[in-house]
């Protein structure tokens, strides 16, 4: 417990120190960030002091950035108070290493990585100021500015906050070409997200909800603090899009995507118990965190045969990342040297995390493969020999029937034993039996004869018949 307490009040002093270098203000997905670059597990109650403290210390939390003279201005007031620390130089995150790497190899100019939300956003307020907004100008600028799926809620919330009437945009056709696009980049097919029909009739429910602009929301937050539950409900429903955004992002980690929907869910609710209208900022931004928690936990609970602890699972997912980005760019897989470089660990911690990343393989799939190669490994032979199927299939043998032997009166188990030959003897006949136990050979076979009745109508004796075929 001290040690996660000294890696949350770390985490807590990098917030605070970001936030004054950006002249006060830090985003809510930058919280979200730096609490997965970190390995502590945070719960919702510690998360609320991490709030309270970046309050106390002067630093305001706002959806996006204000323009660079406000930063500039309020980042001059913060070098008065404290000493100037050395700059590091910018770098581009590797979640948007993708999308660029598209215009290295198009040998295209390569935008600024900040500049594309803002353009997008500078774009749509321009026509909204001719005329009003339609769906096709929206997914047509989606795709030129090549927005990921979570800088288009961005987008929204913002033109939203502005009391711009955003249209109806069918959501299904923004994420499915944003996937398409991915895996087009990366030079691999994977399997439709969108094809399922469970999935196609949600993002129809969801496209129907109409969005809510700032006012809107901050009235019916104001009601749901008092109880009114329809208008938690409504709440609920205009994010709804905002939680699929979010799942997607956890596909292909154990879960199916309806799953990982419902969990965002959750996360969502638990959110808006929380939710504090006053302090200015949207509910989809500020659930962001808690979507994340619960989706992670629910990943770490049920998606592995074998449960990873939560923060164990989201430095797996960076390993994963970080193995996809340098497949990428280099076209080999990185080794673990490499990894360890970049996510700054012990090369034996990176070993470490690439085994327990490794899927749970089915013991009864790989015989079967290799049986229909006609190849074993050479371990595999050196241990089992070069029959193993018959070996499996013998100690399974000798599991049930210990069991079918054990479920009978001890008198009949010894006769049977005697009688077929058990733990390596010679079968004996009912004469000999009968000497052992002094009695008659006729009162043997009746003992006999009552045992294998009894095992017979055994529930086990099914297991016995399949197995010997």
């Not at 100019?109 to 100021?129: K, M, R, T, V």
């Not at 070993?351 to 327990?356: F, I, P, S």
Request: proline share 4%; aromatic share 8%.
């Amino acid at each position: 417990m001290a040690k996660e307490g000294l890696a949350l009040e770390r985490c807590c002093q990098q917030l605070v120190t970001l936030g004054k270098r950006q002249g006060g203000y830090i985003t809510y997905q930058g919280i979200i960030d730096m609490f997965r670059a970190s390995e502590c597990d945070v719960s919702m109650e510690a998360l609320d002091w991490v709030y309270e403290r970046l309050i106390a210390e002067g630093i305001e939390l706002v959806d996006q950035l204000p323009d660079s003279q406000v930063v500039n201005r309020n980042w001059q007031r913060y070098q008065e108070v404290t000493p100037e620390s050395p700059q590091r130089p910018e770098v581009v995150p590797r979640r948007r290493h993708k999308r660029y790497d598209y215009y290295l190899e198009e040998d295209l100019e390569q935008p600024e990585p900040a500049s594309c939300l803002e353009e997008a956003i500078d774009n749509l307020l321009f026509q909204a100021g001719t005329g009003p907004l339609s769906a096709k100008d929206i997914l047509t600028l989606i795709e030129d500015c090549r927005l990921s799926s979570f800088e288009v809620r961005q987008l929204f919330d913002y033109l939203g906050s502005k009391g711009i009437d955003v249209p109806e945009v069918d959501l299904s056709q923004v994420y499915r070409n944003a996937s398409e696009e991915d895996n087009e980049m990366q030079g691999e097919e994977e399997p439709d997200l969108f094809a399922d029909l469970g999935v196609q009739m949600l993002l129809q429910d969801i496209g129907r909800q109409k969005k809510l602009t700032a006012s809107e929301e901050r009235r019916l937050a104001c009601l749901a603090e008092e109880g009114d539950w329809k208008a938690a409900s409504r709440l609920i429903e205009a994010n709804l899009g905002h939680v699929f955004n979010l799942a997607t992002n956890y596909v292909g980690l154990g879960m199916d995507l309806l799953d990982l929907f419902q969990e965002g869910c959750i996360g969502l609710m638990k959110a808006l118990k929380r939710f504090d209208w006053r302090r200015g900022f949207r509910l989809s931004t500020y659930s962001s965190w808690w979507i994340f928690q619960t989706i992670s936990r629910a990943i770490a609970d049920h998606g592995r045969a074998v449960r990873l602890p939560a923060h164990l699972l989201e430095t797996v997912r960076r390993l994963q990342n970080i193995n996809d980005d340098f497949y990428q760019v280099h076209g080999r897989e990185p080794t673990a040297e490499e990894i360890a470089g970049e996510m700054d660990l012990p090369e034996w911690r990176v070993r470490e995390l690439q085994a327990v990343s490794q899927p749970i393989l089915s013991w009864e799939a790989t015989l079967a493969e290799w049986e229909e190669m006609g190849t074993y490994p050479t371990w595999f032979l050196e241990k089992y020999g070069a029959s193993p199927d018959h070996d499996l299939n013998w100690s399974l043998l000798q599991e049930v029937v210990a069991k079918l032997m054990a479920s009978l009166k001890p008198r009949e188990e010894q006769v049977l034993r005697l009688r077929f030959g058990f733990d390596g003897h010679e079968p004996q006949t009912l004469e000999e039996v009968g000497q052992h136990f002094g009695v008659t050979r006729e009162r043997i076979r009746q003992i006999e004869a009552k045992a294998l009745k009894r095992l017979r109508h055994h529930k086990r004796s099914n297991e016995l018949r399949d197995l010997l075929g």
